[in-house]
């Protein structure tokens, strides 16, 4: 089974990450992350990863830029899923998937476009829904 983990920060440094990729691989599962930022080196058995760039906050203006992110350029959710649909690398990932996993609740947007393209694979919010899926 080939997973797709989607995520927006560092991946490295998310709780009970490093249990599921364990648990995947060790079933033979394959796992690759498509993240905002760059996978951090790590000696965890990941088949690959994409580094989509970092999402524009404006957090510079202050207020008036947190305002004006939520228009332009848009959420961190909507960065995320229109830089995946501009990479394809990350939809080459996403479309060959047998289960896409989100790990974040900003995450949903990118899943949900995702599922659109390949509706045959699941798409399941959070580490541990996507493990009691995949019965690992």
């Given at each position: 089974?080939?997973?797709?983990?989607?995520?927006?920060?560092?991946?490295?440094?998310?709780?009970?990450?490093?249990?599921?990729?364990?648990?995947?691989?060790?079933?033979?599962?394959?796992?690759?992350?498509?993240?905002?930022?760059?996978?951090?080196?790590?000696?965890?058995?990941?088949?690959?990863?994409?580094?989509l760039g970092q999402p524009r906050t404006l957090k510079r203006l202050?207020?008036?830029?947190?305002?004006?992110?939520?228009?332009?350029?848009?959420?961190?959710?909507?960065?995320?899923?229109?830089?995946?649909?501009?990479?394809?690398?990350?939809?080459?990932?996403?479309?060959?998937?047998?289960?896409?996993?989100?790990?974040?609740?900003?995450?949903?947007?990118?899943?949900?476009?995702?599922?659109?393209?390949?509706?045959?694979?699941?798409?399941?919010?959070?580490?541990?829904?996507?493990?009691?899926?995949?019965?690992?």
């Amino acid at each position: 089974m080939k997973v797709v983990v989607v995520t927006i920060g560092r991946f490295a440094y998310v709780k009970g990450a490093e249990d599921a990729v364990r648990r995947w691989t060790s079933a033979g599962d394959t796992v690759s992350v498509v993240s905002l930022r760059k996978l951090d080196p790590v000696d965890w058995p990941i088949e690959g990863s994409v580094d989509l760039g970092q999402p524009r906050t404006l957090k510079r203006l202050g207020k008036v830029g947190a305002v004006l992110s939520r228009v332009w350029p848009g959420s961190v959710g909507r960065q995320l899923a229109s830089k995946i649909r501009g990479s394809k690398q990350a939809r080459a990932l996403l479309d060959g998937a047998d289960l896409v996993c989100g790990v974040e609740p900003v995450t949903a947007q990118a899943l949900y476009r995702s599922s659109r393209r390949n509706p045959d694979a699941p798409h399941i919010m959070g580490l541990d829904p996507a493990l009691s899926y995949s019965q690992r």
